[in-house]
């Protein structure tokens, strides 16, 4: 063993265990404990809160760097730390990075939803569309990864000692638990315990809130690299889980729907989110900014565009308001009772009279807001979830959803009918990650009306190219558009100083058919019933009802009246009332109460 000379014949170890620190093989222990958190040192999260922002990232960067030299503390040889970092987590450093980056989240139960709830054909799609630069970037940094490796086999003979890995695992574990040994020595207040007896018995009420639990205590390590990974697994498998009760739970549908002669050939049901009518110039003349050029432009031509100027929302909350436009049992009702006689939707219901279908989104796939509809997405037969991020981040833009549409008919021309719906992003809060930068009337938007008007024009050239892609297909078709709800603004009218949902214009929402020429030749009293009907009164539940009815053709149009949900085919009964919720869980007659207060939709 070398030691340090003090006199002839005499050595001394007390130098070398006092400079344990100068070794090359602690200098790299350093290096590595940094390498394992090069994805936590970014200011991905900066925009999100700026506030919190610094205070957050120091939190959560003490944390990580301390479980990062406490797991490098278990092992004595550097090159074996590296290659079991390596493996277990380093290889997908890259991702973590990108991530960040392109969509201000760090991998999340939302991720990985989108590969795990998408059908095998569109995950496929999926990975041939990632973005080169990722490709590039894994190869090299796995490259790196390799050379390293390679360098600290020829250094096998570096040694971390013994005594200086217990005192560093001592330190990093005695730091991590100091916090929460002074949490746990302060006795938790009545009120909170009473708070989370009513969260539980809230989630035991509603499973789809008990799927979207945190799992675990702490808030910062899921946001951090490499927990993030196992975390998001765990919370997706909750959340699926919860998903997958929620689907053996529905009863089949009994009565399968009329197909006609002339049945549309493709089929497909644009589900909005958060549009409010009067943003859209088709059906308010009187606004100036061009929010819908292209749909007034096919209109103008003389297609068969048909909007619906009467139709309300029967919720402002999404998990709530969808489930009723896809079947008359849903899983949750509007205002958000969970629904015992459940029944599986128009997906299963169109694919008993030969439709191939398909489900693809621009939401998520698993979460208390996104699982209750991603149990009616399970139901197609193709399905793919294409927004790696969250509605509050930037997320992808609903164009996404154009390439997966187009494969889908491709893949189906040849096969009979096909139902496919596309559930977009819309206009969902914050407006301007809805659209391309510059895109729509408002270049360098200066308000949140002028930039939510840009979102709306989005939408008009989303829907456009839904329909070039059915034109261009040639098979008789239909597309059937409707938002979820609207979206109240500021307006000076109703001294709404900021974005709401309270007002009328949370709960009026576009509608709008288009048919082409092949089905509107085939079913002309279709046409007729649509044209008679377009400004009567209808909610969103009306949307299952009236895509069975198209199925059935010129003999729905002369069907009776329906008491409840109704059809755009059929006109309603002159006692017909618009009920809808207010402050999430009371119904009302949206008439009266809009009569009474426009700005604030309420019981009397």
């Not at 890259?94 to 990985?112: D, F, G, H, K, Q």
Request: glycine residues 6%; charged residues 15%.
């Amino acid at each position: 063993m070398p030691c340090h000379v003090n006199e002839p014949g005499q050595c001394s170890l007390s130098p070398l265990r006092t400079r344990w620190y100068a070794q090359p093989a602690w200098w790299f222990f350093v290096v590595l404990v940094l390498v394992w958190n090069i994805p936590n040192l970014l200011p991905w999260e900066q925009s999100l809160y700026p506030a919190t922002y610094w205070l957050d990232m120091q939190d959560r960067l003490f944390k990580s760097l301390l479980l990062a030299a406490l797991a490098m503390a278990l092992f004595a040889r550097p090159w074996v730390a590296w290659g079991v970092s390596w493996g277990l987590c380093l290889w997908w450093l890259p991702i973590s990075v990108a991530v960040r980056y392109m969509n201000e989240t760090p991998l999340n139960a939302s991720l990985i939803g989108m590969a795990m709830a998408s059908s095998l054909g569109e995950l496929k799609g999926l990975l041939l569309s990632m973005p080169r630069n990722i490709v590039l970037a894994m190869l090299l940094w796995n490259g790196l990864c390799g050379l390293v490796l390679y360098g600290l086999w020829h250094k096998r003979h570096w040694r971390w000692a013994g005594w200086p890995r217990a005192r560093v695992l001592l330190v990093c574990v005695g730091l991590l638990l100091l916090p929460r040994i002074v949490q746990w020595s302060v006795r938790e207040p009545v009120v909170e315990q009473h708070a989370k007896v009513q969260s539980r018995a809230s989630m035991n009420d509603d499973p789809f809130k008990e799927g979207d639990r945190a799992i675990g205590f702490d808030v910062d390590l899921p946001r951090a690299f490499p927990y993030e990974l196992p975390w998001a697994l765990a919370q997706y498998w909750q959340a699926r889980r919860v998903v997958e009760a929620s689907i053996a739970s529905m009863r089949e549908v009994q009565d399968a729907p009329a197909l006609a002669s002339g049945a549309p050939e493709v089929v497909v049901l644009v589900i909005g989110e958060s549009s409010s009518r009067k943003a859209w110039q088709l059906f308010n003349p009187q606004l100036e900014v061009q929010t819908t050029p292209l749909l007034l432009e096919r209109l103008a031509r003389g297609e068969q565009v048909l909007p619906f100027s009467n139709v309300v929302a029967q919720s402002v909350s999404t998990r709530q308001a969808v489930p009723s436009m896809l079947t008359k049992e849903p899983v949750l009702w509007p205002d958000g009772t969970p629904n015992p006689q459940a029944m599986r939707s128009v997906l299963s219901q169109v694919a008993q009279v030969g439709y191939r279908t398909g489900w693809f989104s621009n939401q998520a796939a698993v979460g208390e807001f996104d699982g209750v509809i991603a149990a009616y997405a399970n139901e197609a037969q193709s399905r793919a979830f294409l927004n790696p991020s969250s509605f509050v981040s930037q997320g992808s833009y609903d164009e996404v959803l154009l390439p997966a549409l187009k494969r889908f008919l491709a893949i189906n021309e040849g096969a009979g009918r096909a139902f496919a719906v596309l559930h977009t992003m819309g206009s969902h809060f914050q407006f301007e990650h809805r659209y391309p930068p510059g895109f729509g009337p408002f270049a360098l938007p200066h308000s949140a009306e002028q930039a939510y008007q840009n979102s709306v024009a989005y939408t008009d050239a989303v829907l456009d190219q839904v329909i070039d892609a059915l034109e261009q297909d040639g098979r008789s078709a239909v597309m059937l558009y409707v938002s979820d709800h609207g979206q109240g603004l500021s307006e000076q009218r109703c001294s709404k100083s900021d974005i709401n949902r309270l007002t009328v214009d949370s709960y009026e929402v576009p509608a709008l058919l288009w048919l082409s020429p092949g089905y509107a030749q085939a079913n002309p009293r279709v046409v007729t019933a649509l044209k008679a009907n377009s400004k009567r009164p209808y909610t969103t539940a009306v949307v299952h009802q009236t895509l069975r009815d198209l199925l059935a053709g010129d003999e729905a149009a002369q069907a009776p009246a329906l008491a409840q949900a109704g059809s755009f085919l059929r006109t309603p009964p002159l006692d017909f009332v618009q009920r809808v919720v207010f402050a999430g869980a009371q119904w009302v007659d949206f008439q009266e109460a809009a009569a009474r207060n426009p700005c604030f939709i309420k019981a009397p």
